[in-house]
């Protein structure tokens, strides 16, 4: 039997037989008529469907409770209720799957966002992930579609490497060994040669590394796929799986970096405002339920649509770090000894710092450049000595947002042979472990920028939700691996 | 400097100054001027850039050898070559970074693809390998594009998991515990409770499981990421790291599920054949000059495009297993022996099964059904008994494709709990290993379908190449993990 997906159920025009099979939300009685609620996952509404009372079987109604599965055939008709321009006339109902109203858990009642995560084989089920879900799902096709349309190709960079080149922290370690009684080296250290590649394996922080050579080959390209931090670290802004973005781009410099960092990060989240009006409002009436609980003072000036429209509706502001430095040494927090690190030219700026930037002095998104050299990666551009920095910068750029803080990390890379493998010197990487990398500097070496945005970070802004746990299906963390 | 990708560039308008910037791929000198084809891997083709003689300083024409990277400004003229309408009367030439003729790697001969693998850090920089990854990135974005358009929401299921739900083969184990000296229980086995994650992880071999989770929620979800397999096996088939795509959909049963994939996969190939009409026509000859080399008996009878216009243009061949195998049973190469596997009911059909069926007898692309349960896994439904096979079956689906084989592999899923926890006793899964999946079951248990597409098969099958370590940027197999 064909059937319509609710999304469509909804805009058909009344007077023909319909089916919907979905999920029963909620069951009213009333003297006359009993009224069920059903969702299928295509949108945030559900269609009711009603039939009289005395009409359906006893039996059958016993099983028409919050979680079973169903299949409700009839006449769809102008809807009698407000809310909603059709509803079903019930003929027929087929029960696929019944749901114990004793054992289900996800009664028609709030369930507090700790709870859900505990049950995140079922949380989709609910108003606020299922729209979580879906705004994700819309984020991540304007990221492909947004790069397709402007000439950049995929690449799936490797998820097992043998570098860590990022040397962005703790590596989770792949390996087929016997965990109880590894082979040996005559040294007495864990003998690699004889595990599955050969060598030392981890999972991935980052493709970059590989995303230079596909750029200095192809021109633009983009990597979008899963990164890891064995970070034992318990946060609600980090996970130990994570999808990342990072697109690199042959000839581009520092500013044209900015100028595609801004019009990428506009062009999704206006696709999302574009894409998913029913589920932004309803996540934006849960976050003003949220707010409501919070202090004055914590309390948004915006709706997570007004946010949103800011961001995409305004020029981001552009400043060095040695710009950024002063406005926060003489800012009044500063003076008043409220942040809790002093600033000074040369330290790695704190989320307190980022925050007064964007929330209190720009109010609106910032991109920083020009970092320390001390304080950022080996292989960000080194800048030619200038008077407007106390000591040497890098072409770096940080992307903040409110709330978020850094979105977007990304620079022009140093594409000097010389320069590049001086610095890995002086921070302790060896050539031959990035050899292939140095050959992109070795062999028609090319002026080249790119920049990283962590996909969860962007969904939490888009979504207005709060714990980073909450806008991936099945987060991965310290002592948390379920499902 | 604003500039245009060579792609664009030749089909610009000639008349005005234009910079092109890319990797020289030839220099050639006649006695009135110097020719030098540069690309920048936006397209197959090089835009022709061309001086008079003697009026490039001899230190630059020096340093304009294959693989350096260059910027030329000039006047876009009319071509006075062939093969070409526009090219670039060279005003200006700014070298980014030479290339070593002595030292360069990719001089403009033919190189092995043995060879190319070993540099796979530069081959994207031939026009082979160039090719391979623009169709590969319009064959992920046409992937994306159909299930949108489909009303389908992308999920992203763990990569790191708890769980061996497939019992697809040997896993991965990642952990950050001590190789060397892991903590130990008391009864002298790893502690995992000690772990990253409180537990043993492993690396993800399918997202189906989850990805049910999604489907009994959303609607309709699809995978598209990395899974892993250590399989020891070094073919031209396998590689340890791949990417897969698996849609799963509520409300699907087995033949929606043919429907769906044999759709899905000739939206995807007419996508290409739209869209690297000049990728595909340069990998069409690479095949044809590969297989002179072949005996005649073993040369393909259609050319690369025409094999993918086949694949699109006709309806598969769609049978049971159990005809299958009288099909196979009655077949020449039975009857004079020439399988090497004999054919009874019950069998897990070899390769020289499938490729009789594909390439001889149904000579198109077939989808095979209702598999004998014993060599299918657990999840899958089971057909009622009935008289047409001569034992228990289930709802499985392969498709084969000539040349590759089982290119998705798929299934209506077991909706019925006791079936399902039956099935699983008999196979040796627990229960509590997997209660999360029998929850759905459990609450609001509905028919539903999905299969896997090896992405890496597909790109296979669309380039005509026939290793599948040519199609993924940088591949995992046993023993290699460089770059």
């Not at 108003?127 to 991540?140: E, M, Q, Y």
């Not at 589920?279 to 997570?304: G, V, Y």
């Not at 809790?340 to 920083?368: A, C, M, N, T």
């Not at 802004?461 to 746990?469: A, D, L, P, Q």
Request: a negative charge.
């Amino acid at each position: 039997m064909s059937y319509l997906p609710v999304k469509q159920l909804l805009q058909t025009e009344p007077g023909q037989t319909v089916t919907v099979k979905g999920w029963v939300r909620t069951k009213r009685e009333s003297k006359n008529a009993v009224f069920v609620a059903i969702n299928d996952g295509s949108t945030i509404h559900t269609i009711q469907a009603v039939a009289e009372a005395g009409f359906l079987p006893d039996e059958t109604l016993r099983l028409i409770t919050t979680g079973a599965c169903v299949a409700i055939t009839g006449e769809l008709v102008p809807s009698q209720g407000a809310g909603q321009a059709v509803e079903v006339q019930i003929a027929d109902v087929h029960i696929y799957g019944p749901a114990d109203p004793e054992k289900y858990p996800l009664q028609p009642k709030r369930h507090s966002l700790e709870f859900l995560r505990e049950i995140a084989h079922l949380r989709p089920r609910t108003n606020t992930f299922s729209a979580i879900l879906r705004i994700r799902h819309a984020l991540a096709f304007a990221v492909h579609k947004y790069y397709n349309d402007n000439g950049f190709f995929y690449l799936n960079t490797p998820i097992i490497t043998a570098s860590d080149a990022e040397g962005a922290g703790e590596m989770f370690r792949v390996s087929t060994l016997d965990p109880l009684n590894p082979p040996k080296t005559e040294d007495g250290k864990v003998d690699y040669s004889q595990d599955f590649f050969g060598r030392e394996t981890n999972l991935t922080v980052s493709g970059q590394l590989e995303g230079e050579l596909g750029a200095l080959a192809l021109g633009k390209i983009y990597t979008f796929g899963p990164t890891f931090r064995a970070e034992n670290s318990n946060t609600t802004r980090h996970l130990a799986e994570f999808w990342m973005i990072e697109p690199e781009m042959a000839f581009f410099e520092l500013e044209d970096n900015m100028n595609l960092a801004e019009d990428f990060v506009k062009t999704v989240i206006r696709y999302a405002l574009d894409n998913c009006a029913d589920d932004l409002a309803f996540l934006e009436n849960r976050l003003k339920e949220e707010e409501k609980t919070k202090k004055k003072e914590e309390q948004s000036e915006m709706t997570l649509t007004e946010k949103l429209r800011f961001v995409v509706d305004n020029d981001f502001e552009r400043l060095t770090y040695t710009e950024a430095v002063e406005i926060l040494r003489n800012s009044k927090p500063a003076k008043k000894g409220q942040f809790q690190y002093e600033v000074s030219w040369g330290i790695d700026l704190q989320s307190e710092h980022e925050r007064y930037l964007v929330e209190k002095h720009f109010k609106k998104p910032v991109i920083l450049t020009n970092y320390p050299r001390a304080i950022k990666s080996f292989y960000m551009k080194q800048d030619d000595e200038s008077a407007a920095a106390p000591g040497p910068t890098v072409r770096a750029m940080d992307v903040l947002f409110p709330g978020i803080g850094e979105i977007i990390g990304g620079s022009q890379r140093e594409d000097n042979l010389e320069k590049l493998t001086t610095r890995m010197a002086e921070v302790g990487i060896a050539d031959e472990a990035i050899w292939w990398y140095l050959d992109t500097r070795r062999f028609g070496s090319a002026p080249h920028s790119g920049f990283g945005l962590g996909f969860e970070r962007l969904v939490l802004f888009v979504s207005g939700m709060s714990n980073i746990r909450d806008v991936i299906p099945f987060p991965r963390a310290p002592k948390s691996a379920e499902f």
